[in-house]
């Protein structure tokens, strides 16, 4: 029993045991760019080295491990087993391209008997790369599940060089974000959750790729899970031991320990792990996709390089509306809200339309058309007849697309409303459930009420199961049927992000199942049926993930310049999947009564602008600064389109701008690349509230530039030198 406790408490404090004790046995896998060292008796993964530039990833081989896997078991639902515990069976190189490492009977589990699992690991080198690919399989034939599978190849790192300098970045489902994790540890778990600072980076809920950048702004390293089926993907970074110092407790966070201070037994570094939860049930074998891990020179950008590379060669881009290329801005309006607040008709749309097309405003999107309001009765399609009939709709849409505003409905179908009068009668059968048969519920939004906005008496919501073949069936034959019959030039997918595990079998899917999986299916059939009832169709989906973006034409994203730390520092936005993916189109949506900035921010990152005019409650008319600059900016971009809208997106790279007057962190800019000719164009925008001076270096940008502003006839100039920015401003310096 003593015995047992020890074991437990070792577990419990340790996310990742340590290895017991340095190995003289190495072997090495090497290809003259890249070597791995391994430990002989353990199988852990003591050295990685990038031998061209001689960096070497684990600075603290007592944290070197290899696997870790959950199989809970009667009475210990926190069983877990450690790879750096069990006892090497085979460790092979095999022409020094290929590591094969084999363990079986685990031992480590709270019940002291060995579990018949079989875990092996083949580790390959790229041919001439420093890189490596890292693939895990699992043979349970054990009586119990095993629910979770990680593979830690870079474990007891601190950085590349000196770790104050390292940064870690990712894409989000907006732009693309960047953290610490090796000065101050940024952590998101609270100290609750754990017993040392934890920072797990899910995809594709929080991260919208599966693959993070490590970089000292020199020298960076990628690491991506290569798997394309939807499935979630956890990275997930633990700081050991526990950071030295925490301020507050919002989050298990802090500066680093002392290392000259540590005791020797209390080893100093990070744990990265990649981690799936596939619920390998007994008799099953589980393979884990490739987790790629390549050193890179420069920071995100090559590792967005690489995931494109290995993306490229399962994508398959399906053909857009032709049309849907040239809707670079749009009006939302908001009709109906679940608290009965009514604020247009059907019969409105035409008028609103009509004030649309004088901003030189080429769409419409609605919100709140369909029963109940926004969020009401979801996933409903049919329309509130408090707003007028289904033929009027019909007509109202038909008036405004003929005047040359496509109209965008807004629409869910993630959710079922649990008041709902479908969801009583069918849709509950389609339910997500947890592992012990609840529902999982969504808390929903309020809009109007203080009883809604504090949560009190606005509408909750079920997980829809898209794992169901069933609701599939009727998403694709009923749901997006009764919205593409309106006759609307596009629809708009709210929510357009998985979430959640369905543990409920009868669906007819494997226990504990990622909705991103069944998503994946639904979104191709939901594109087949469009391809063959309606190709016009355009579909816009809010919140960006990889997959959806071999369908849709444009994603809404809300990440401009809009708060208080943004408008300080426009020069730390990471435009990471405008980058990877410039396929995509995004559309930013403009809040306030005079967002000059935010506007701004649409040019320099290819933005659609989407004007929400008092909360996407109001007219065009209702903001007359915005529409009145956005049209010259409209105007700017639609003259400089084969740059600015169909040219090529390239970031910050192969430019250079010198801040000789102003603040640095609110001067940022973007290179395009002409369609046709490759020249480039720099747009470079001025958030301060104070004027600013920069001299710009382009490569293949010559002697001379013209410099175009909104409202303003374009200007020949020698040089790229000293150009003036005035407050809140925006210049696009054209090639010559």
């Given amino acids: 029993m003593k015995h047992t406790l020890t074991l437990l408490t070792a577990l419990l404090l340790a996310p990742l045991a340590a290895l017991p004790a340095a190995d003289p046995n190495e072997k090495v896998l090497s290809n003259g760019s890249i070597e791995i060292r391994f430990s002989g008796s353990s199988g852990a993964i003591v050295g990685l080295r990038n031998l061209e530039r001689n960096l070497e990833l684990i600075a603290e081989p007592k944290l070197a491990q290899t696997f870790r896997l959950l199989v809970p078991l009667p009475g210990n639902r926190f069983n877990y087993l450690e790879g750096v515990r069990q006892k090497l069976e085979l460790l092979e190189i095999q022409d020094g391209k290929t590591a094969r490492l084999r363990w079986s009977g685990l031992t480590g589990s709270s019940s002291g008997a060995p579990l018949d699992i079989a875990v092996e690991m083949t580790v390959s080198l790229r041919e001439r790369k420093p890189e490596a690919s890292f693939r895990l399989k699992v043979d349970n034939r054990t009586p119990f599940r095993v629910e979770e599978v990680w593979l830690a190849p870079l ?110 037994t209390r080893p100093l570094g990070i744990q990265i792990a990649a981690a799936k939860s596939p619920s390998v049930e007994p008799g099953q074998t589980y393979e884990m996709p490739d987790l790629v891990v390549s050193f890179q020179k420069g920071t995100w950008h090559a590792a967005a390089d690489r995931y494109r590379e290995w993306a490229n060669t399962w994508m398959q881009f399906k053909p857009r509306p032709a049309w849907a290329k040239d809707i670079d801005s749009w009006y939302t309006v908001q009709l109906l809200t679940q608290a009965d607040n009514l604020r247009y008709r059907f019969s409105d749309l035409p008028g609103l339309a009509k004030e649309a097309k004088e901003h030189g405003v080429r769409a419409m999107r609605i919100i709140g058309w369909n029963r109940g309001g926004q969020d009401s009765q979801l996933p409903d399609n049919s329309v509130d007849p408090r707003l007028g009939t289904r ?134 059939r939901l594109h087949e049926s469009n391809s063959r009832e309606r190709p016009d169709l355009m579909v816009v989906q809010e919140l960006f993930y990889d997959i959806p973006v071999q369908y849709h034409s444009m994603f809404e994203v809300r990440a401009g310049p809009a708060g208080r730390d943004n408008r300080n520092d426009i020069n730390g936005l990471l435009p990471i999947n405008q980058y990877t993916f410039p396929e995509a189109r995004f559309v930013e949506p403009i809040y306030g009564l005079q967002e000059r900035t935010l506007l701004n921010f649409c040019i320099l990152m290819r933005a659609a602008i989407s004007y929400e005019p008092l909360n996407f409650k109001g007219r065009l008319s209702d903001i007359p600064a915005n529409t009145s600059y956005g049209s010259t900016l409209l105007e700017m971009r639609r003259n400089l389109a084969d740059y600015l809208w169909n040219g090529k997106f390239r970031d910050i790279l192969d430019v250079n701008v010198q801040i000789k007057e102003g603040i640095p962190k609110q001067v940022r800019w973007t290179r395009y690349e002409h369609k046709e000719t490759g020249k480039p164009a720099i747009v470079v925008v001025n958030a301060g509230k104070q004027p600013a001076k920069v001299t710009v270096t382009a490569k293949g940008g010559g002697d001379a530039c013209v410099r175009y502003r909104p409202g303003a006839l374009p200007e020949r100039q020698q040089g790229w030198n000293d150009v003036v920015l005035p407050p809140e401003s925006i210049v696009v310096l054209v090639a010559q």
């Fill in 391 to 524: 033929e009027e709709l019909i007509a109202a849409i038909r008036q405004c697309e003929q005047m040359g505003v496509r109209i965008i409905l807004f629409c869910k179908f993630k959710w079922a409303d649990r008041a709902g009068e479908w969801t009583k009668k069918e849709l509950h059968r389609y339910v997500m459930k947890d592992p012990f048969g609840n529902p999982h519920v969504n808390s929903g939004w309020g809009y109007d009420t203080l009883a809604e906005l504090n949560g009190y008496a606005n509408r909750t919501y079920f997980f829809l199961c898209h794992n169901s073949k069933q609701w599939q069936e009727i998403a694709v034959a009923q749901w997006l049927k009764e919205v593409r019959d309106l006759g609307s030039s596009g629809i708009h997918i709210d929510e357009g992000k998985p979430e959640n595990r369905c543990y409920d079998t009868s669906h007819g899917h494997p226990y504990g199942v990622f909705s991103g999986v069944g998503w994946s299916e639904l979104l191709r």
């Fill in 155 to 264: 474990s007891g790192t601190r950085g590349i060089g000196d770790r104050r300098k390292n940064r870690v970045y990712a894409s989000n489902p907006v732009y693309g974000k960047s953290f610490t994790v090796f000065d101050y540890f940024d952590g998101t778990t609270g100290f609750w959750s754990f017993s040392n600072a934890r920072n797990i980076q899910p995809y594709p809920t929080s991260i919208a790729m599966p693959w993070v950048s490590i970089s000292n702004g020199e020298d960076a390293l990628y690491l991506g899970l290569h798997d394309s089926s939807g499935d979630a993907t956890d990275f997930v970074f633990d700081l050991l031991p526990h950071a030295g110092q925490c301020f507050g407790h919002q989050n298990a966070s802090g500066m680093w320990p002392d290392a000259e201070t540590l005791s020797p």
